[in-house]
């Protein structure tokens, strides 16, 4: 039973007043987070020492010990260890460390955003403070983003400098010293002039008019190359063609050129240094990468209310899923293997990489095999599904924000 | 902002409303439990009033529910004259609190903590870390991560954390758990200044004789349900309370009175008599005892009133209560 005993009769203290106009302009109501409070949010997850050094371990530190290791050796000894940077180590650190490292880090820093408010009592204080939910989750994406994008950015700037400005001097083409950025006369004309180590190092495809390399090509260790004098051989336009004992200067010639020719395209996506643009694409391509980690993780944190879980979740889904499910077509689940994100980005990747989980490492090419290996996707869908991952997690978080009992 | 300025500042930030809390059927449950149960409390304005009972009888509960940390099932509430959950912010704004155990962010400072928590309010609340430290006690310690404080320490930050929106309203949440006897006394002189500057305190506790010191007015809290409630002197008025008698022969004043209506309240004590009276008996009964000794030739030295503690009051209340269910 509840009862009220004459508690009423007593009232005493300030009589009510309005609200003061200090009150009047406070809106805190309003869902935007102030600029305070996305600072101070910030210098909560700066002062994480132990996540901060994991983070710049893994984006600075080991590339730095990976470019740093290789510029000491080659120093050391040039002749038996090739320069640090270049166009093959960037692809290599990027696709194969950076982007998918990249993702795993943020993914950390966001469930740590997501969740530190709930398990170390914080977020009581802050809910008492009558501040929308809303703007106290919002406040965490620019200050955790402002981390990771740092961190990203500040490890893929040593990543090109040191790319850039330790590349090799000549281009390796399939194994052959070649210039770099030649035009396809100018190609062929090079072609032409080392026509045997064209003809034994460059892919050969057939095609019109070249039925074969052309026999007793020297290419070294008394190997030569093509059939032997005498031989029949298939056509590729049909038939046989008997390979002849001997082939003219000119008709090497003539063949290495056309080989090269059949190369160019695939030879035009490999540089001695990463083009300008294409750092540029890349970067923005990881930053995006890193960002739906952390969006993600934070989301996913928020909603279940604690670090560890989400953090295997979404380590699972980077390593284990993602691979999987961008080769593997299972024809009733394709648009859900679609729908995964990893998938999504890289469809979106910039051209002249190859693609990630592949291995790392050139090779995929840009359009090239790695990139025949997806499941088809349009760059429209990408896009869509990567969107879709940013908003869906975003207001899934909030909402759990929203609801929960603190 | 100096203590003196808070102080000066107080009134002009009052809300609408007669009352500090005002809840009208408010219920909480949880599955099958009841955990605050059609719950009708006023808290009158400036001053301390004490939300009592046993553990698990719902108080945190209410004050989760009062803050919007948990969603109430029925009934209505006013903070400071302003409806909550609707007007939450408006009314939150000049509300500061600390709902159990003060927890922080143990790899920051207290001072890092405060910021954090002066960012989600309004931007003079920054000007009031600074103040609010030093009123508590830590300033001293303000640059130390709170993983290194103590548990007093961080209920001191928790009641730093409540100054920092200059509030009207304090809902304090067992705020004398882990302090030492200085630190209660610290604590216990900090309410008085604040309800002295015209701010409202509501604390939660069941260490009766610390509300009993600290506080104005009570309300009774017993599984979920508000049982009594007002002023602390108004509630013991009414309650029983004892006599005590030094007097010559003891033994033939106690045969004295045991023909009398006060016969079964009679103890001896070490000067004379102690005799219990129950909830209700009027002063007058005091002159009458007084006249029944004198009357039979005893000598009275001495007649002294002594009213029922405010735990004695409450184990007498909630000790019938329980009698009644088990009824």
């Known amino acids: 039973m509840t009862t009220i005993s004459d508690v009423g009769a007593a009232a005493p203290g300030p009589a009510p007043a309005s609200a003061p106009a200090a009150t009047r302009g406070d809106h805190r109501g309003s869902w935007i987070p102030t600029w305070s409070m996305v600072t101070t949010r910030f210098m909560e997850l700066r002062k994480r020492r132990g996540l901060m050094i994991a983070l710049a371990a893994v984006n600075i530190g080991i590339p730095v010990v990976f470019l740093g290791v290789r510029l000491i050796t080659h120093a050391v000894d040039p002749a038996s260890y090739g320069p640090a940077g270049g166009y093959d180590i960037f692809t290599t650190l990027v696709v194969g460390f950076m982007y998918i490292f990249g993702f795993i880090v943020a993914a950390v820093v966001g469930a740590t955003a997501g969740s530190v408010d709930l398990t170390e009592g914080m977020f009581r204080h802050l809910v008492i403070t009558g501040r929308s939910r809303m703007a106290l989750y919002l406040a965490r994406i620019p200050a955790g983003l402002a981390i990771v994008i740092a961190m990203v950015a500040v490890g893929y700037t040593i990543v090109c400098a040191v790319c850039v400005f330790a590349a090799p001097t000549q281009l390796n083409y399939d194994g052959v010293n070649v210039p770099e950025g030649l035009s396809r006369p100018a190609l062929d004309t090079w072609a032409a002039q080392h026509a045997d180590k064209v003809i034994c190092n460059f892919n050969f495809n057939g095609g019109p008019g070249l039925n074969g390399p052309p026999p007793s090509v020297p290419c070294g260790n008394g190997q030569t190359t093509g059939p032997p004098p005498g031989a029949i051989i298939k056509s590729t336009q049909g038939g046989t063609v008997t390979v002849p004992a001997h082939e003219s200067q000119a008709q090497i010639r003539s063949f290495a050129v056309a080989v090269a020719n059949q190369d160019y395209t695939d030879y035009r996506a490999n540089f001695l240094v990463p083009p300008t643009s294409l750092m540029v694409d890349v970067g923005l391509w990881i930053t995006l990468e890193a960002t739906i980690g952390f969006i993600v993780g934070l989301g996913l944190a928020s909603l279940i209310g604690q670090r560890i879980v989400p953090i295997i979740l979404l380590v699972v889904l980077e390593l284990i899923l993602t691979p999987l499910f961008s080769r593997h077509v299972v024809s009733h689940l394709l648009n859900l293997e679609r729908g995964i994100v990893g998938v999504a980005m890289v469809h979106i990747e910039p051209g002249n990489l190859p693609t990630p989980f592949n291995g790392g490492g050139p090779g995929g090419g840009g359009g090239g095999l790695g990139r025949s290996l997806l499941i088809p996707e349009s760059t429209l869908v990408s896009a869509l599904v990567i969107a879709g991952w940013l908003v869906f997690w975003t207001a899934i978080g909030a909402w759990r924000m929203m609801t929960r009992d603190a | ?211 009993e010191r600290t506080c104005d007015a009570v309300a009774i809290v017993d599984r979920g349900t508000v049982i009594r409630q007002g002023p602390i002197a108004q509630l013991l008025a009414g309650s029983s309370f004892e006599v005590q008698v030094e007097c010559a022969e003891p033994e033939r004043a106690a045969h004295l009175l045991e023909g009398t209506p006060f016969g079964s309240a009679v103890k001896a004590a070490p000067d004379g008599l102690a005799i219990s009276l129950p909830e209700g008996t009027e002063r007058d009964a005091i002159a009458q005892i007084n006249r029944l000794l004198v009357g039979g030739g005893i000598s009275v030295y001495r007649l002294q009133h002594i009213q029922a503690s405010l735990e004695q009051w409450f184990l007498s209340v909630t000790k019938r209560l329980g009698e009644e269910d088990g009824e």
């Not at chain 2, 408010?26 to 006023?42: H, P, Q, Y």
């Open chain 2, 1 to 211: 902002m100096s203590t003196a300025t808070l102080a000066s500042a107080s009134p002009a930030l009052a809300g609408d409303g007669q009352w500090a809390v005002e809840t009208h059927g408010l219920t909480k449950r949880f599955g099958e439990n009841v955990a605050v149960n059609d719950v009708e409390l006023l808290v009158p304005r400036g001053c301390a009033f004490g939300y009592l009972g046993p553990n698990g009888a719902g108080k945190t509960t209410l004050i989760r529910v009062l803050l919007g940390l948990t969603h109430a099932d029925a009934g209505t509430m006013f903070l400071l004259g302003h409806q909550v959950p609707r007007h939450r912010d408006v009314a939150l704004a000049r509300v500061g609190a600390i709902v159990d155990e003060p927890r922080f962010h143990g790899h920051l400072t207290g001072r890092q903590n405060l910021q954090i928590l002066a960012a989600a309010r309004e931007p003079a609340a920054k000007s009031r870390i600074e103040p609010g430290l030093e009123r508590v006690g830590i300033l001293h310690r303000a640059d130390d991560k709170v993983s290194k404080y103590s548990m007093g320490m961080r209920q001191r930050l928790g009641v730093a954390a409540c100054l920092l929106g200059d509030p009207q309203l304090l809902i304090l949440d067992e705020p004398m758990n882990g302090l030492d006897p200085g630190g209660m006394l610290d604590m216990r002189d900090m309410i008085q200044s604040l309800v002295a500057e015209g701010r409202t305190v509501v604390l939660s506790s069941h260490l009766l004789d610390e509300v």
